[in-house]
């Protein structure tokens, strides 16, 4: 008789008809032999799906190029097919679910044809964590076999741990023909299914990641009362050996990967890692909220990644681990046979070839890596990584950060009255756009707790779903906005970010442990200049100024903005969210 999972397998096997199936089972030995198969057998293109790397400073780094129209998430191609259009809200693209899966069935018959199917079986969270979820993802490339391998919990153990059940999340993904005409990623929240096709790229095909743990795990999460975020978790420890946990909201490519592995530059504070993308927040049995990192990875922006702006992260890619490290679409230094990077330490390397392999030199107008190029990493290679990582119960929060990519406005850091006001600043905020999606950067859009394309349901019941959770927490975190990223006449960064950063994080946690006070603006409390260890930093006095700058007429542009997009939400906003709008509103004047 065969399980569940095995009539699944053989299933979908008979619709996308691959020359063969093979179960993985997470073994190192495997992860070898899948980029062998990579960069002997498997193409992209005209190149192979890998490509060795010297291993002399990049232990076990291998190489990987994209198709070139497949570079970043594509938000346009992303649909959650809940029951209704109005429960997927107006923040997600929606189709009819027997119209999507008709699609989709067309589109895949066949598709893994001459290909090998990988059956991936994987946890969300430790094993033992009483909020990890059991998956298994089918692909037909051994890319997204390496990268899940290095970014979940991944082994033959979790088929045993699934044994004749039916509810573990599936996950069905090919390249397809890579036609963006036949690019899909679409999730199906009631039946844990999401299916992709025609992408090999990040978050469109590593299911575990925004396709699961964000986009399906949210609405799992509205229904049984906990939170799937886009947040980094942080532990800060500060002189007395004291460490205060916290996450952090921003969204992508706005330097999670860096605050996760930030190295202090105030003497006596340490920042330990927990994880850099997301973040599952559940009610202990204590009414505290705990934080787990559902996954095991790093998969973060290299472009800017160097000893300066990261020297953990740099550190991090450079330790032999047991895992390999991947690279995708950097550029790559041809005489040493490593990869590169704008941004990275040392010389231009004199015999460069871009992240499509085209001869290239620092005279072109081109970019060498692909802005949205990618480091994936095994986040245990990590010298910051926090002894509780692997704490199944997860770790207690006492802040959270909610923040954005503002170059204009929004102070360095405001913190929340109180819960309720602290759900309005995250509904409120908005954030230019990265590369790290396919659409023009540098827009602004609203990015609710930096997840407008995240949320598998709703918004604006998002929202309500976020008011209620404090209903039952005991000690509900202090909230935080942040934005690292305000400019002066200039049009240059005021504040210098990356390590510095801690200086705000100091403040945070000083506040959090009821050491320093706080200043009253019509937007919510600011530090006192005072209270803000300052001392190394060269910041004009002027621009200290600006940083913490509220222009009431300004703000009248925003109001308008975030009263057009919380309209769209009709009937599923949270009253309460509007009294703040209002008394926002009222505060200004
Ligand atoms: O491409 S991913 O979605 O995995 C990364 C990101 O956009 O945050
Ligand atoms: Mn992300």
Same mark, same amino acid.
């Given at each position: 008789?065969? %399980?569940?999972?095995?009539?699944? $397998?053989? #299933?979908?096997? @008979?619709? +996308? ?5 093979? *179960?993985? =089972? ?47 998430? %594509?938000?346009?191609?992303?649909? $959650?097919? #809940?029951?209704? @259009?109005? +429960? ?5 693209? *929606?189709? =009819? ?58 082994? @033959? ?9 039916? =509810? ?69 420890? =500060? ?351």
């Amino acid at each position: 008789m065969s %399980t569940p999972l095995e009539k699944w $397998v053989q #299933q979908q096997a @008979k619709l +996308t008809k691959p020359n063969d199936i093979y *179960w993985c =089972d997470g073994s190192e030995l495997e992860a070898h032999r899948l980029i062998e198969i990579g960069m002997k057998k498997e193409k992209i293109e005209q190149h192979n799906v890998f490509h060795e790397l010297s291993h002399k400073n990049w232990p076990n780094s291998y190489l990987h190029r994209s198709h070139p129209t497949d570079v970043a998430r %594509t938000e346009q191609l992303t649909f $959650v097919c #809940q029951a209704d @259009k109005e +429960t997927s809200g107006p923040n997600n693209n *929606w189709m =009819d679910t027997k119209q999507a899966k008709e699609k989709l069935t067309k589109l895949t018959d066949g598709c893994m044809r001459g290909r090998t199917m990988y059956v991936l079986p994987y946890m969300m969270g430790h094993p033992d964590s009483p909020y990890a979820k059991a998956c298994v993802q089918l692909t037909d490339v051994s890319y997204v076999a390496v990268s899940m391998r290095i970014m979940t919990r991944m082994g @033959k153990k979790v088929v045993e741990q699934i044994g004749a059940r039916d =509810d573990f999340v599936r996950g069905i993904h090919s390249l397809g023909d890579f036609d963006v005409n036949r690019r899909f990623i679409m999730h199906f929240p009631d039946e844990n299914l999401v299916w992709s096709i025609g992408s090999g790229y990040g978050g469109n095909a590593l299911l575990g990641k925004k396709c699961f743990s964000l986009r399906i795990a949210s609405w799992l999460g509205y229904q049984e009362g906990w939170l799937a975020e886009h947040m980094v978790i942080i532990g800060i420890e =500060d002189p007395q050996g004291k460490i205060t946990y916290v996450t952090a909201a921003l969204p992508s490519a706005c330097g999670k990967t860096n605050l996760a592995m930030l190295q202090s530059t105030l003497p006596g504070y340490k920042v330990w890692t927990l994880g850099d993308d997301i973040a599952w927040l559940n009610i202990g049995p204590d009414g505290r909220l705990y934080a787990i990192n559902p996954e095991v990875g790093l998969f973060g922006v290299a472009p800017g990644t160097s000893m300066k702006t990261n020297p953990n992260m740099v550190r991090t890619l450079k330790t032999a681990g047991f895992y390999p490290t991947l690279f995708t679409n950097t550029a790559l230094d041809v005489d040493a046979n490593e990869p590169w990077w704008e941004g990275m330490d040392g010389p231009v390397p004199k015999n460069v070839v871009d992240w499509q392999g085209k001869s290239w030199n620092s005279s072109l107008d081109t970019k060498a890596a692909h802005p949205n190029s990618r480091f994936t990493v095994s986040i245990y290679n990590s010298p910051t990584l926090s002894k509780e990582f692997d704490n199944p119960n997860g770790v207690p929060i006492s802040a959270i950060l909610l923040g954005g990519r503002r170059t204009q406005l929004i102070p360095l850091v405001t913190e929340a009255y109180d819960w309720q006001h602290g759900v309005f600043l995250g509904a409120r905020t908005g954030s230019e756009t990265t590369a790290a999606a396919a659409h023009q950067v540098g827009v602004l859009r609203r990015e609710p707790m930096a997840m407008t394309p995240f949320c598998g349901y709703n918004m604006g019941d998002y929202f309500g779903h976020w008011l209620n959770i404090s209903r039952k927490l005991t000690q509900p975190p202090k909230i935080f906005a942040v934005n690292w990223f305000r400019v002066d006449d200039d049009g240059r960064f005021i504040w210098p970010g990356f390590g510095e950063n801690i200086r705000v994080l100091k403040w945070i946690i000083d506040r959090v442990n009821g050491r320093v006070g706080a200043q009253q603006t019509p937007i919510g409390l600011i530090p006192h200049i005072k209270d803000l260890e300052l001392e190394g930093l060269n910041i004009a006095k002027g621009n200290l100024e600006k940083l913490f700058e509220i222009d009431p007429q300004a703000w009248q542009a925003e109001l308008q903005d975030i009263e057009t997009f919380f309209s769209q939400f009709g009937r599923h906003m949270p009253s309460e969210i509007w009294q703040q709008y209002k008394s926002l509103g009222t505060n200004l004047r």
